[in-house]
């Protein structure tokens, strides 16, 4: 029997983002999955591959933003694929807050999340 991904597993993971817990985040990873930044050098971000790495990339943003969050986060799931949309707000250590709505594009396989593309409309950072 395959299993498939809903959207409460998708609100489920994003409630886990707020609370800062890697675990509880990457519950829906695939170990081979592959996710794709909201910024970095190339036309789609940054590629980071793996589950490990992921979770060290998620786990960094939390570090640098402690009050990260993403809020208003709705969800739907429509075969091998999925989308999130949220707006998600952080201030990093300098005092600089980001305030920005976004979704992410995921691609599904056996019930895991085998791409996570990142897409962020943004605002200029401002002191908090």
């Known amino acids: 029997m395959t299993k498939t991904l809903t959207a409460q597993d998708l609100a489920d993971t994003f409630d886990a983002f707020n609370r800062h817990d890697v675990e509880g985040v990457m519950t829906h990873f695939a170990d081979d999955c592959v996710f794709y930044t ?4 190339e036309v789609y971000g940054s590629r980071i591959e793996g589950a490990k790495a992921i979770a060290d990339a998620f786990s960094a943003v939390w570090a640098g933003m402690k009050d990260a969050h993403w809020d208003h986060h709705s969800h739907f799931v429509y075969g091998d694929r999925a989308v999130s ?3 998600f707000s952080g201030t990093d250590d300098t005092g600089m807050r980001i305030e920005a709505e976004g ?3 995921f691609t599904l396989r056996d ?3 085998v791409v ?4 962020r409309k943004q605002r200029p950072a401002f002191k908090a």
């Open 38 to 41: 909201v910024g970095g050098p």
């Open 85 to 87: 949309e949220w707006t």
């Open 103 to 105: 979704a992410d594009l």
């Open 111 to 113: 019930g895991l999340i």
């Open 116 to 119: 996570k593309q990142a897409l």
